[in-house]
């Protein structure tokens, strides 16, 4: 007998303590283990397992596994994803590999496009995610890239599985005009739902100006920003502190999203934490990319690495700061290696960082997606919200994010990928019906 590929019930879940109300009970300090109520597709109820409580229809009993909602990646590529084996020898560092792909890029189709992205987008949705915001790269003030539209496309194909999202991740300078910047949001803001507008902000390309027009320019077209910001350790840099500070005089009403910071880690302690605290105020949403950060920063050929380049996570967790944690770059000149997997990015962030507790504080940073959007904070899970969960049948808490590979993932309650061992199974009972 296997256990149902739609479960009615699924008893006796782990879940992490942040997706748990406060007054969840608790045994040797670990939360009591929940049953979750599915029916439709959706989350009918969440409660602490009761071992006397009948349930009618299939169940399944998963022993203690560890549950999560269904993952979000707030980071990636897609347009450059997989490029990296047709590429020569590519120099160390974020701007060599800008200099690789501006090679590659001249060869781009929408054929190759597609058929990369989609790749990418099988590989994010057999990991078990249901929300992924990529960036693409956009070098024209008058033309959209080719990736654009793709992307577009992709969006609609996979809507019923993905939210995809797009951000136009344009260099700073093309801002510094600012009847260029208001074009730039205006061709960005036609392109359909999903879209926000990005920049690359950097200590190479720095212009307060340029980003005053970007925000102004988001502001006056109702669009929602996210930037690459301060990816470099250069102290100096100054794009994070500028943002905040832009934010609060335009009294900006989009959500913004900052994702890098790293030269928060190389500033002295007292500036960076002041920027932090700004930064809060704002507010803005932080999203840390550990792969490429480990790999691109503190880069070059010969020597070992002396820094870790990741922003401050953990001050900024503790002011309050939405931080989430994403994959970037995928097997392209940026990163040779990445699965779009989050719990690859989490996994490596935990050591980089020393992150404590990474299934019940930090799984939070991939499955956030209300801090991606503005508006009220929801906790995902609630009764109505889809059944979309992963189920991981060898990782524990204590261990996590290790063994973490294996899982069954449900989408709006249908297993999609992985399969139930048939221990879980325990009953598989038609759900009563009233007599007619
Ligand atoms: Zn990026």
């Not at 990529?134 to 070098?139: A, G, R, S, Y």
């Not at 996979?158 to 260099?171: F, G, H, K, N, Q």
């Amino acid at each position: 007998m296997h256990a149902s590929s739609a479960p009615d019930h699924i008893a006796r879940a782990r879940l992490p303590r942040w997706l748990l109300p406060p007054q969840w009970p608790t045994a040797s300090h670990q939360p009591e283990l929940a049953t979750l109520h599915l029916a439709h597709g959706k989350v009918q109820g969440v409660a602490p397992y009761d071992p006397t409580e009948a349930l009618q229809g299939a169940t399944w009993d998963v022993a203690g596994a560890l549950v999560l909602p269904g993952l979000v990646d707030a980071h990636t590529h897609l347009d450059k994803a997989f490029t990296l084996p047709r590429m020569g020898v590519v120099k160390p560092g974020l701007l060599g590999a800008i200099d690789a792909m501006m090679v590659d890029r001249q060869g781009w189709t929408e054929a190759d496009i597609h058929a990369r992205a989609s790749r990418a987008l099988q590989w994010a949705c057999d990991a078990g995610t249901v929300h992924l915001r990529t960036h693409c790269d956009w070098w024209e003030p008058d033309a959209q890239p080719l990736a654009w539209n793709v992307l577009h496309e992709l969006a609609h194909d996979w809507a019923d599985r993905i939210t995809l999202e797009r951000v136009s991740l344009i260099p700073l300078h093309l801002y510094a005009d600012r009847s260029t910047a208001m074009r730039l949001a205006a061709t960005v803001a036609a392109s359909g739902a999903g879209a926000l507008l990005g920049g690359f902000v950097h200590s190479t390309n720095w212009n307060p100006q340029a980003l005053r027009h970007l925000f102004e320019a988001a502001q006056h077209h109702g669009l929602d920003v996210d930037l690459h910001v301060d990816e470099e350790l250069n102290p100096g840099a100054q794009g994070l502190a500028t943002t905040a500070a832009l934010l609060q005089e335009l009294r900006f009403e989009g959500h913004v999203v900052c994702g890098h910071t790293c030269a928060l880690a190389a500033q002295d302690e007292a500036t960076a934490l002041a920027t932090l605290d700004a930064v809060a105020q704002a507010p803005i949403t932080l999203v840390t990319l550990p792969i490429t950060n480990l790999l691109l920063q503190d880069a070059t050929t010969g020597r070992t690495p002396r820094q870790r380049g990741l922003t401050l996570v953990k001050e900024a967790r503790a002011r309050g700061i939405p931080v989430l944690v994403a994959s970037d770059n995928v097997q392209d000149p940026f990163c040779p290696v990445g699965s779009f997997d989050p719990l690859e990015a989490l996994a490596t962030g935990v050591l980089a960082a020393q992150l404590d507790s990474p299934f019940d504080q930090w799984s939070e940073a991939l499955c956030r997606a209300d801090w991606l959007r503005q508006g009220a904070r929801a906790l995902p899970l609630q009764t109505g919200d889809a059944a979309d969960l992963l189920v991981f049948t060898q990782a524990d808490h204590w261990g996590f994010p290790s063994r973490s590979q294996a899982r069954v993932v449900l989408r709006q309650g249908r297993v999609t990928s992985g399969h139930a061992p048939a221990a879980w199974h325990v009953a598989d009972t038609q759900p009563q019906r009233s007599m007619a």
